[in-house]
């Protein structure tokens, strides 16, 4: 257990729908991370907050947004959904900004039909 | 973005030593990582190389960097039935952005 938690576990939803997943860093964790891990596109690093503040954008698509709160806990909205968005969501945090330890969560895999 | 690439699949002896390599394009990475992904699981850290060193070795891993040719190997000495997964490589850039190769699956056969 690498004490980062995500909900839901599972999403289906249908193309065009928005959804929201939440991500809960590990205590004491400044940073998080999302990934996108799909079949087709393998593992892509989405967008990085640290403190509240973004840090670092990656693959993300403008449907797609992230924020981090106060009590650092992260949501990532999916909006306009498209069937090729069906993938596993991973949370990761880490302690700091540019630190080299991540610790993932178990995922959220979505389902769009 | 940057490539990273890695051969799809693996497979060796249990007992025997595991070579798992990666090559990648971008000449300004900070780090380099290695992680495991078990069936139905996220991703766990298993070793990580600062950019200006050559070698890493932890327990039972070994991590080369050839900074000059971009080729990053992990080698575990005395593979067992419970290192079977995917392994990544990851790099980082000085824009603190994330890279990721297409994963090695390692197939240990008893």
């Known amino acids: 257990d690498s004490g980062v938690t995500q909900t839901p576990k599972h999403l289906i939803t249908a193309t065009g729908q928005r959804v929201t997943l939440r991500c809960s860093p590990r205590?004491?964790?400044?940073?998080v991370y999302w990934y996108q891990q799909s079949l087709d596109q393998g593992l892509q690093f989405l967008i990085q907050?640290?403190?509240?503040?973004?840090?670092a954008k990656g693959n993300i698509l403008e449907r797609f947004s992230a924020q981090q709160f106060p009590d650092l806990h992260s949501e990532l909205n999916l909006s306009s959904l498209e069937l090729g968005d069906s993938a596993l969501y991973f949370c990761a945090s880490s302690v700091g900004d540019h630190t080299d330890t991540q610790y993932f969560g178990p995922g959220t895999r979505l389902t769009v039909l | 973005g940057e490539d990273v690439e890695q051969s799809l699949f693996l497979s060796v002896r249990e007992g025997d030593s595991s070579v798992i390599n990666c090559t990648y394009t971008?000449?300004?990475?900070?780090?380099l990582y290695w992680y495991k992904q078990e069936p139905g699981a996220g991703l766990q850290l298993l070793t990580y190389i600062f950019s200006n060193m050559d070698m890493k070795q932890d327990q039972r891993l070994t991590v080369l960097l050839n900074k000059k040719d971009k080729h990053l190997s992990l080698r575990i000495a005395d593979t067992q039935t419970g290192d079977s997964a995917i392994y990544f490589c990851?790099?980082?850039?000085?824009?603190?952005?994330?890279?990721f190769g297409t994963g090695t699956s390692l197939t240990v056969i008893p």
């Open positions: 205590s004491g964790d400044l940073s």
């Open positions: 990851a790099e980082k850039d000085t824009g603190n952005q994330f890279y």
């Open positions: 907050y640290y403190n509240g503040e973004e840090r």
């Open positions: 971008d000449s300004s990475s900070t780090y």
